[in-house]
């Protein structure tokens, strides 16, 4: 069933492709275009919802990365869909009940192919930051009355509608502590501009933000903390003269104070250590860049810093020199017969993984454990050369069928299961010049 209906949709497209839209009336034109958007919901409705099916087949943080690889998109897209997927479809209990899906009339609309995905983001928005003590028929009435509304109206103009049943809903504007912290957090966008700067995005709670207001009264100041000046203004107040050239901007001198306040804190005793290394910066630069001051640095998340910076940071800064074979890649040092991989070979691992071996794994050295190739329970030893880096989810998969296997250039590979139709290969996300030098 499924190769017949695979190959009836394939014709299907291979015909429409054919089709001369010079030669319809503008009629036709639009109607073609009207049906072509609701086949383009139904079949994005019937794909999350095979996704799902899939990603449950398996350990989620695995698939969702082999789904990922496998067409082609990044994994917090997959996350995105699996996430749709599970409101928008039914559900079972544990006890095998059939009950419907979390958004109901969403769903319906979504599979019938009135609503794309910008009509599900603002319904989603809206249920999101309601306050927790509307009565739940209240909600499903208001996800009903905006699912009927998103098969008529625009997305944008389904945002209006939205807002105004909010301050229906909630007229006198109350929110909890609790409503409160579920909307927090702090993100960075996926990439990094092509200049190296990165876009964040800050939803605070009141009392992050009244914390942050009173570092930036100071630190922030007209002459504080300002990178132009031989000897930036830190402690103390500055000075008038400081002050008078200082021609940055409110916002510039906001950024420059929280650089300064975060430079100050890295290395604290006082924040203790993590996966066994001082809060720190961890940088990895090829002693080729370091000389010329040009090229970039990959730091333990995965960050891009121009050497230029990257020598400005380090100035006054604790150095640790890894040393590598300049043939091979294999770092030349030796481990211990202890099961516990030391800070200097956690460094070693920082600049030769930068994350998670684990194919297409996005997670940066900082929030990765080490793993022995071979297991040190079964007499591995813990050299740098039986060592890697995995994710906590990843780590976990190696009692459960996965293996790792050390390769002669230095690198990971992973061994799936059997059972599971994934390659095994390396990982390459944290290392794009290999697309340039393999």
């Known amino acids: 069933m499924f190769a017949a209906a695979a190959d009836t949709l394939t014709r299907s ?59 082609r998109v990044t994994p917090a897209e997959v996350r995105r869909r699996l996430r749709d997927a599970e409101q928008l479809s039914p559900r079972t209990t544990l006890i095998g009940e059939a009950l419907p899906a979390e958004l109901p009339a969403t769903a319906l609309a979504w599979h019938s192919g009135d609503l794309d995905g910008e009509h599900v983001r603002v319904i989603q928005k809206f249920l999101r930051d309601l306050p927790a003590e509307i009565s739940p028929d209240v909600v499903a009435d208001s996800e009903e009355f905006l699912a009927f509304h998103a098969a008529q109206l625009r997305p944008d103009q389904l945002d209006k509608l939205a807002v105004q049943l909010a301050m229906r809903v909630n007229p006198d504007g109350n929110f909890s502590d609790e409503d409160r912290a579920r909307k927090r957090g702090f993100t960075w966008s996926p990439t990094q501009h092509p200049d190296g700067m990165s876009t964040g995005k800050l939803l605070a709670s009141p009392e992050l933000r009244a914390m942050i207001d009173a570092l930036l009264a100071k630190f922030a100041a007209p002459g504080m903390c300002n990178p132009a000046d031989q000897s930036p203004v830190i402690e103390g107040e500055a000075t008038p003269d400081a002050a008078e050239r200082d021609k940055r901007s409110h916002a510039q001198r906001q950024h420059d104070a929280l650089a300064a306040i975060f430079r100050a804190t890295l290395g604290d005793p006082k924040l203790g250590q993590h996966n066994g290394l001082p809060v720190t910066v961890i940088v990895t630069v090829s002693i ?115 293996r790792t296997k050390k390769l002669t250039n230095g690198r990971t590979q992973w061994i799936p299961p059997p059972q599971l139709p994934l390659p095994s290969t390396t990982n390459n996300f944290h290392h794009p010049e290999r697309f340039f030098d393999d």
């Open 13 to 71: 497209i291979d015909a429409l492709t054919d089709v001369d839209a010079s030669g319809l009336g503008l009629a036709e034109q639009l109607k073609l275009l009207d049906v072509l958007e609701t086949a383009r919901r139904r079949l994005t409705a019937v794909s999350h919802t095979v996704a799902l099916v899939a990603a449950k087949a398996d350990a989620p943080t695995v698939m969702a990365k082999a789904i990922a690889d496998r067409i």
């Open 288 to 402: 080729q860049d370091l000389q010329a001051q040009s090229g970039h640095a990959v730091t333990a998340a995965g960050t891009f810093l121009p050497v230029r910076d990257l020598i400005r940071l380090a100035a006054p800064a604790y150095h640790h020199l890894t040393i590598f074979d300049g043939v091979t890649g294999r770092a030349l040092w030796l481990g211990r017969t202890k099961r516990i991989a030391t800070p200097d070979q956690r460094i070693v691992l920082h600049a030769k993984d930068r994350g998670c071996s684990h194919p297409g794994c996005d997670v940066p050295g900082y929030l990765c454990e080490v793993h022995h190739i071979d297991e040190w329970a079964h007499g591995g030893p813990t050299d740098i050369d039986n060592l890697t880096f995995a994710c906590a989810p990843h780590h976990k998969l190696l009692g459960k069928g996965w």
